[in-house]
């Protein structure tokens, strides 16, 4: 199955707000409001911040936000802190394998 | 506060057959999906696969001939068994909840080093 794309790094500094994106295809992204975003830090399990493109699950913080368009989604966090920094992975449900779900190939974010 | 939590060796010979079991607590097992996933040191995540309580199962095309998923209601676990590993099967497995199309529990993970 092919991964969804996203890009391999990206940084900000404090304050500021970055987005991340996931390209995929209309069997996945494209198709179904079905994606889902997860952080990790070094050594440690992800951890679910975004389901279902938009929903923020319950002790998440209003910093992180989810959105799509067309075949892209995007992870958008605000107010960007020091402990931000770290891996993140987009999920989606896909039709074109019979696993039915693919993760993104992971960005790596830097808090300069 | 539902809890995963992985076991088994962390060690595997090549060519034999690697187990894990993921406890569940907090929770009762007999509802939603229950999945495993991989991350090779320093890449990402691989979905492996992923089971029901009613037993019914489904694994990544790429693995699927060498996967095993199987669930124990009683005990509230549920187990990885992948045969035939090479030094490619190397990795961090982690047990996940899923109660709709996203992980929202997830065990801390094992690393499985496959070697002689």
């Known amino acids: 199955q092919s991964a969804l794309t996203q890009p391999a790094s990206v940084s900000g500094s404090p304050g500021q707000s970055i987005t991340i994106s996931c390209t995929g295809t209309?069997?996945?992204?494209?198709?179904?409001?079905?994606v889902s975003w997860y952080q990790q830090h070094p050594g440690k399990a992800p951890k679910l911040i975004i389901y279902d493109v938009t929903t923020r699950p319950s002790g998440v913080s209003n910093r992180f936000s989810g959105s799509k368009s067309g075949y892209t989604a995007s992870l958008t966090i605000s107010g960007l802190q020091a402990e931000d920094e770290a891996d993140y992975y987009c999920s989606s449900y896909t039709s074109s394998s019979t696993l039915g779900v693919v993760f993104g190939g992971g960005t790596k974010l830097t808090v300069l | 506060q539902v809890q995963l939590q992985e076991s088994g060796p962390g060690l595997v010979k090549p060519s034999e057959t690697l187990s894990l079991t993921c406890t569940v607590s907090g929770g009762s097992i007999s509802s939603y999906y229950w999945i495993w996933i991989r991350q090779p040191p320093g890449k990402g995540l691989e979905w492996i696969g992923y089971i029901y309580n009613s037993g019914s199962t489904n694994s990544n095309p790429s693995l699927k001939s060498r996967v095993t998923i199987s669930i124990d209601t009683s005990k509230n676990q549920f187990s990885l068994k992948l045969s035939s590993v090479t030094a490619a099967d190397t990795a961090v497995y982690y047990c996940a909840r899923a109660p709709g199309r996203f992980l929202d529990y997830w065990g801390q993970g094992t690393l499985v080093t496959v070697s002689s």
């Open positions: 209309s069997s996945d992204v494209g198709g179904y409001s079905y």
